[in-house]
């Protein structure tokens, strides 16, 4: 996600520098975008006004912020962070805080529309933080992205995103059962979808994984490791808030078979591969 994301930034004629831990990615994005390499988190934010970090979960977030060779140690005091990883609230809570008292702004910022809508800066962006953070990190934002919206604190955008991704959860489930249906009535499952896709059924997911599913082609797109990675962070929250989940749990144990199949890192419509399994 990073590297195209990065790149949009490049092309728009901003100065930027990138630092990954498989130092061979960050050197095949300098040699098609140009820019430069950091040694360590620390060094690539030297003098950088916006650092964004888009890694993998609470604890990878918390290796490239903090100590020595952390990008903290190094910002400087006006600075802004944005996260783009998919985290916890808390996670953004505390590092608000910790950005705060060196006098840095901090923005949870994650995203969705998966890697096609990073290639094409088409992502959508949820974010929390303060108001004069987003003001000034908003226009580099939309380099890459189709909507950028500031929904609240910080933990706002990591709440948000919850939220997405309950949805896709419930949505990818439905289309699984509905193609699985089609197949076992006798119907030709892709000309269903181009019937229903003009109607109320219609979805991102049903336009854009559907015939896939079909196919039973998932070598692509957001990995079921991933997804369950979040399932967990919004179960966690749930039980906190004391929101309700009985279909978003179901799914993350679906996922868990799909896991158990062999599909931990194919595509999250890799669900239907559980009830083909059952004939």
Request: charge should be positive; proline fraction near 2%.
């Given at each position: 996600m990073g590297f195209p994301m990065a790149g949009h930034l490049k092309r728009a004629g901003h100065d930027v520098a990138v630092f990954n831990r498989t130092t061979t990615k960050a050197h095949q994005w300098t040699e098609q975008y140009g820019g430069r390499v950091g040694a360590t988190p620390a060094e690539a934010v030297l003098g950088a006004q916006v650092v964004m970090l888009c890694v993998g979960n609470d604890d990878d977030v918390r290796a490239v912020v903090y100590g020595e060779h952390g990008v903290l140690n190094s910002m400087p005091t006006?600075?802004?962070?944005?996260?783009?990883?998919?985290?916890?609230?808390d996670l953004a809570r505390e590092l608000a805080?910790?950005?705060a008292q060196r006098g840095i702004g901090f923005l949870d910022a994650p995203v969705s529309g998966g890697q096609a809508g990073a290639q094409n800066g088409a992502l959508t962006i949820?974010?929390?933080?303060?108001?004069?953070?987003?003001?000034?990190?908003?226009p580099v934002l939309k380099h890459y992205?189709?909507?950028?919206?500031?929904?609240?604190?910080?933990?706002?955008?990591?709440?948000?995103?919850?939220?997405?991704?309950?949805?896709?959860?419930?949505?990818v489930q439905g289309l699984a059962e509905a193609l699985h249906f089609a197949n076992c009535a006798g119907l030709?499952?892709?000309?269903?979808?181009?019937?229903?896709?003009?109607?109320?059924?219609?979805?991102?997911?049903?336009?854009?994984?559907?015939?896939?599913?079909?196919?039973?082609q998932f070598d692509f797109g957001f990995a079921v490791d991933w997804?369950?990675?979040?399932?967990?962070?919004?179960?966690?929250?749930?039980?906190?808030?004391?929101?309700?989940?009985?279909?978003?749990?179901?799914?993350?144990?679906?996922?868990s078979e799909v896991q158990a199949l062999g599909g931990s890192r194919q595509d999250t419509s890799s669900l239907i591969r559980r009830?083909?399994?059952?004939?």
């Open positions: 006006g600075s802004i962070l944005v996260d783009h990883t998919t985290a916890s609230a805080a910790a950005c949820m974010v929390g933080g303060e108001a004069v953070h987003f003001a000034r990190a908003e992205a189709k909507s950028v919206r500031l929904l609240g604190p910080a933990g706002s955008g990591q709440l948000a995103k919850m939220v997405n991704q309950i949805c896709i959860a419930g949505v030709d499952a892709k000309a269903v979808l181009d019937v229903i896709s003009k109607g109320a059924a219609q979805s991102w997911q049903m336009e854009n994984r559907g015939y896939t599913m079909v196919d039973g997804m369950r990675k979040d399932l967990s962070i919004t179960l966690n929250e749930a039980r906190r808030n004391g929101a309700q989940l009985p279909v978003t749990a179901l799914v993350d144990q679906f996922y009830l083909k399994s059952r004939g």
